[in-house]
T-cell receptor, first 112, second 117 residues
Framework: EDQVTQSPEALRLQEGESSSLNCSYTVSGLRGLFWYRQDPGKGPEFLFTLYSAGEEKEKERLKATLTKKESFLHITAPKPEDSATYLCAGRVGSGNTGKLIFGQGTTLQVKP | GAVVSQHPSWVICKSGTSVKIECRSL??????MFWYRQFPKQSLMLMATSNEGSKATYEQGVEKDKFLINHASLTLSTLTVTSAHPEDSSFYIC?????????????FGPGTRLTVL
């Protein structure tokens, strides 16, 4: 069965304290690993798509990496505005018709 | 970036009534749209995949006669919750993939909060 698991479930950081979020996946025929940010009461906001092991992508304080079994979202020197729930998802099927299998998310709280 | 809208953003209805939620891709054409449901403090669960001009494909355990999906055009998909009950109260989110495929992702709407009394 295809599955995506995120850890930790919740993470509290002090402003400036770097850390990593983990996403483990068992998705047969994975066609992309996606990271989204979701604020309370809103839809997910796209962050990154990774396709192959060894790939890395960066955006401001965030960097996503991918191995054959896991993906990590590294947060460097976070700020309070980085507080949100971060979701990862594996895609089954190619292109824009492929469906996403979401992990349960990591809720990040960054304290000033 | 691509924009997906949903209407309404929230709705309260009485048990037994039907509610329609619209999902529109505002600046791109989407051959495929997806409908998700999210319960409090839980992740997104895919309900169905909606293809323009054809019948939706429902995930296992989702009642197709209760959750009616119509994808009438490349920019509009609707989800109708028929004979809603309190257990249908949830956050419903749609997404769409751009036909151009760049960037390669699904764009999500802002969600619709449904409360059934």
């Amino acid at each position: 069965e295809d599955q995506v698991t995120q850890s930790p479930e919740a993470l509290r950081l002090q402003e400036g304290e770097s850390s990593s979020l983990n996403c483990s996946y068992t998705v047969s025929g994975l066609r992309g690993l996606f990271w989204y940010r979701q604020d309370p009461g809103k839809g997910p906001e796209f962050l990154f798509t990774l396709y192959s092991a060894g790939e890395e992508k960066e955006k401001e304080r965030l960097k996503a990496t991918l191995t054959k079994k896991e993906s990590f979202l590294h947060i460097t020197a976070p700020k309070p505005e980085d507080s949100a729930t971060y979701l990862c998802a594996g895609r089954v099927g190619s292109g824009n018709t492929g469906k996403l299998i979401f992990g349960q998310g990591t809720t990040l709280q960054v304290k000033p | 970036g691509a924009v997906v809208s949903q209407h309404p953003s929230w709705v309260i209805c009485k048990s037994g009534t039907s509610v329609k939620i619209e999902c529109r891709s505002l600046d791109f054409q989407a051959t495929t749209m997806f409908w998700y449901r999210q319960f409090p403090k839980q992740s997104l669960m895919l309900m169905a995949t909606s293809n323009e001009g054809s019948k939706a494909t429902y995930e296992q355990g989702v009642e197709k006669d209760k959750f009616l999906i119509n994808h009438a055009s490349l920019t509009l998909s609707t989800l109708t919750v028929t004979s809603a009950h309190p257990e249908d109260s949830s956050f419903y989110i749609c997404s769409a993939g751009s036909r151009t495929g760049s960037p390669d992702t699904q764009y999500f709407g802002p969600g619709t909060r449904l409360t059934v009394l």
